[in-house]
Each structure stands twice: as C-alpha cells, then as structure tokens.
C-alpha cells in the first residue's frame, strides 16, 4: 500500500533562512510524487511534483524538491524563506496505476519575521 | 476558469439530519474526489470517480454517498448526519487517469454537526 510520513508537526524558519521541509514515501512500483500548499481557511494548492527524469524539481514561488529514490525521500525546500511562506504543506504520493492520492498529515510552517 | 467550486462554505446540521454537499469543476476534468480533513491527520479520501456515471470508494465512505450524473458535477450526500462528519471537506478534479496529473482542489465546506 502506497503511503507518506512527514516525520515534523511543526518547522520554524526565520525569515531569510533556508526551509526544509521533510516528506519519505513508500510505493510498490514506481512513485509520482507530489507537494501541496494550504493557505488559512483555503484549499490546497499544487506546488511542484516529480514523475520522471531529473530528479531536482523546481515548482511554483521559489520552491523546489529533491527526489531520492535509495532513501525514499523527497524534501521540499526554498533557499530564502519568507513570511509570506507560512502554510500547511502536504507531501502526496500516487504508484503507477493507481487512481487515489495518499497524503501526508501535513507540516505546519511558521516562518518568523 | 472558476475552477472547482463548493458550496456551502459553512453549515451546522443537528445529528440525524441530511444534507448534500455541492461540487462543481469547469475544467472538462473526467477525474473527482471527495476528501475529509480533519487536524493533524491529513486529507483521507471518501469517494471518488473516474467519469460520468462511475463512482468507487475511498478509505472512508461510511455514511455518505455520491453520485456522478454529468462531468461538471460531484455532489456529495450525508444521510444521517453525526458528530463524528464534523470535518472540512474538499472537492478535487484532476484531467485524466494518467498518475502524474496534479489534483486541483475547491475552497472546502466546514460542517459542524452537534
């Protein structure tokens, strides 16, 4: 069964800062990965995802993730965080073949000014 | 593109009442989900459809129904409303079957049932 574990509740950055925020996956087949933002009070919005190929992804406001298939990871981060950034961020996995996501319980990120 | 659309945003329903969730996606995506979130534990998904007239059920689906009758439209029925439905949920669409197609989410329905 395809699953995802964000290991952190909560990541404090100040602003400027790098932020790293941690997602590992497992998948019995090939893994299509996916990160989500959620704003207060609104849905979720697509960030970045990585299905083939390269495996740094680059994606929406700055941000990017790394694909690591030995250690089953793909850590979204951003090189200069910004206040605007703090959210609840979502790491999403789908296997080839399968119609449903399986999502993460999310990662609060507080980004102090 | 509005997008995907939900409606209401907001509604309180005393246990044992029914009521129905509204989801509208303007996007011609032949792919709708229907997920639950609930704090600290993610979005856990209800039902879902791959097109017109077909429907399958997610990790949750006790106590709810959905029903697929055009492309634009996925609403979701509660029967018999218990505390244990208090969640936001969201409505999502995506283009096709293909495993890389992102998810595009609605603005959510809180529903609170006392």
């Known amino acids: 069964a395809q699953s995802v574990a964000q290991p952190e509740d909560q990541v404090n950055v100040a602003e400027g800062n790098p932020l790293t925020v941690k997602c590992t996956y497992s998948v019995s087949g090939n893994p299509y990965l996916f990160w989500y933002v959620q704003y207060p009070n609104r849905g979720l919005q697509f960030l970045l995802k990585y299905i083939t190929g390269d495996n740094l992804v680059k994606g929406s406001y700055g941000f990017e993730a790394e694909f690591n298939k030995s250690q089953t990871s793909f850590h979204l981060k951003k090189p200069s965080a910004l206040v605007s950034d703090s959210a609840l961020y979502f790491c999403a996995v789908r296997e080839e073949g399968n119609n449903r996501l399986a999502f993460g319980k999310g990662n609060q990120v507080v980004v102090i000014p | 593109n509005a997008g995907v659309t939900q409606t209401p945003k907001f509604r309180i329903l005393k246990i044992g009442q029914s009521m129905t969730l509204q989801c509208t996606q303007d996007m011609n995506h032949n792919y709708m989900y229907w997920y639950r979130q609930d704090p600290g534990m993610g979005l856990k998904l209800i039902y879902y459809s791959v097109g017109a007239g077909i429907t399958d059920k997610g990790e949750v689906p006790n106590g709810y129904n959905v029903s697929r009758s055009t492309t634009e439209d996925f609403p979701l029925r509660l029967e018999l409303a218990a505390p244990s439905q208090t969640s936001v949920y969201f409505c999502?669409?995506?283009?096709?079957?293909?495993?890389?197609?992102?998810?595009?989410f609605g603005p959510g329905t809180r529903l609170t049932v006392l």
């Open positions: 999502a669409s995506s283009s096709r079957q293909g495993s890389y197609n992102e998810q595009f």
